[in-house]
């Protein structure tokens, strides 16, 4: 098995295969760049974007192709987060057969610096949150009651006490 690593990482530096898929990864985002494509994030620059090799994989029994090839695939990062990967597909000759730019969705891709909007407390969400805690309190007496299959009577608890809970957690949750 040594070997086999051995005789890989002399095909990888062989064929220079890290530098050839980091010239790849410049030339799409250069591309794109020029022609306005909308494949990059929106108000990114080319100084912006920066590739980190994540692995190199020899394939050898592919479902999608007939012949064996090397995987390089790099992490494009933007602001030293993840936005993306290249992927570049060569040949055990060293000659490409494919490229892949994937940009992955993120709400950092926009280039917008600004946090995603937190929903602002309204009487909806507060009467929600009400609902959601005096209904679980009924939900769970009625589940004691029909496991102990007796009449549960709480008098002034169910009376007051369970508002009383929904009213506190709706507090609770409010920001």
Not at 45 to 51: K, M, T, V, W
Not at 118 to 146: H, I, M, N
Request: charged share 25%; net charge negative; proline share 5%.
């Amino acid at each position: 098995m040594e070997k086999a690593v051995a005789t890989l990482k002399s095909h990888v530096a062989e064929h220079d295969l890290v530098k050839r898929a980091e010239e790849g990864f410049h030339d799409w985002v250069d591309e794109a760049l020029a022609e306005g494509s909308s494949d990059l994030p929106a108000g990114c620059s080319h100084d912006q974007l920066h590739a980190r090799l994540e692995s190199i994989n020899l394939c050898f029994h592919p479902e999608n192709v007939t012949y064996p090839y090397v995987d390089t695939r790099l992490g494009i990062l933007r602001r030293e987060a993840q936005v993306g990967y290249y992927r570049r597909i060569t040949h055990l000759d060293g000659v490409a057969a494919d490229d892949y730019f994937v940009l992955e969705d993120s709400p950092h891709d926009t280039g917008d610096d600004r946090q995603p909007e937190v929903e602002q407390p309204t009487w909806k969400s507060f009467y929600r949150d009400f609902a959601a805690a005096y209904g679980t309190c009924w939900l769970v007496l009625l589940g004691a009651a029909v496991l102990a299959q007796t009449y549960i009577d709480l008098g002034e608890l169910g009376m007051f006490g369970f508002p009383l809970i929904g009213l506190v957690y709706a507090f609770m949750k409010r920001p």
